[in-house]
């Protein structure tokens, strides 16, 4: 059964939950989505494990139903999860980050490594130096005719709602291995993921240049809990050598999804499904 409710931070922010399983048992899963700006988008994912044990999801304050207008900041946000944790009784959860929600999965580690019963993270975090590689393998999978029309929609001062939806459409469909399949679940994605947060993406983006992730490695590693892997796909656009190379510097195993992108439950959902079933009954026993 699935249940909803709103958390309340100490700064006035409030989160909206949603919990999937038998919430008395523990420890429970967290899982954690991208952006960042964007609302949760892994219920795909919850009634893959929640059996095994219970499974909450929640919007990231100022996206979805998460109600925020003021500045965002990595702190901030792991301090919402570690309240989160408080109004649920959960002293510790086992963390499955995605995407931006891995990056936000390991600076949780790194202030509250005792909460933590074990992590995995799925396409990310990405460190080191990764962008130039990304964007030219973005601009590889487009067209010529789909890059003038994306820059065309970003130079627009304003635009329409269906307009947004296509400059989003754009902006994502290279995240799938394959280009027709990928344009459809992009534009399902650009109408079920907005309005995107862009001012929370702005910070939070300007916050990890400046603090990188890069220069907290070697204590990443001490506070990591025993049960911690990474998972990526093999037609992710961002190199999967980068996350290759941060499993090697941190001691942890990689999974590669073969022929998924960045979102691989989409293209790969019952491999990603016996992964993250492997992987929680590692933690729980069951």
Known sequence: METHGLVSTTDGARLHWTALGDTTRQPAVILLHGGPGLPDYLGDLAPMIADLAPV??????????????????????????????????????????????????????????????????????????????YRAERLRRMSPAQRDRLRALKELPRRTEDQEAELLTLSWFTDHADPAHGLRQAALAARRRRPVNSSMNRQLNAEALTDPLDDHLTDLRARLPQHAELLGGTEDPRPLAALASLAHRLGLPLTRIEGAGHEPWVERPEVVRGHLRRFVRGVVGR
Do not use: K
């Not at 999860?81 to 510790?92: F, M, T």
């Open 56 to 133: 909450y999801r929640y919007d990231q304050r100022g996206t979805g139903r998460s109600p925020w207008q003021g500045p965002h900041s990595l702190t901030r946000h792991t301090d919402d999860l570690a309240e989160l944790l408080d109004a649920r009784n959960l002293p510790g959860a086992v963390l499955i980050g995605h995407s931006y929600g891995t990056d936000l999965a390991v600076r949780f580690c790194l202030r509250h490594p005792t909460r933590v019963a074990a992590t995995l993270l799925m396409c990310g975090p990405f460190t080191g130096d990764w962008h130039t590689a």
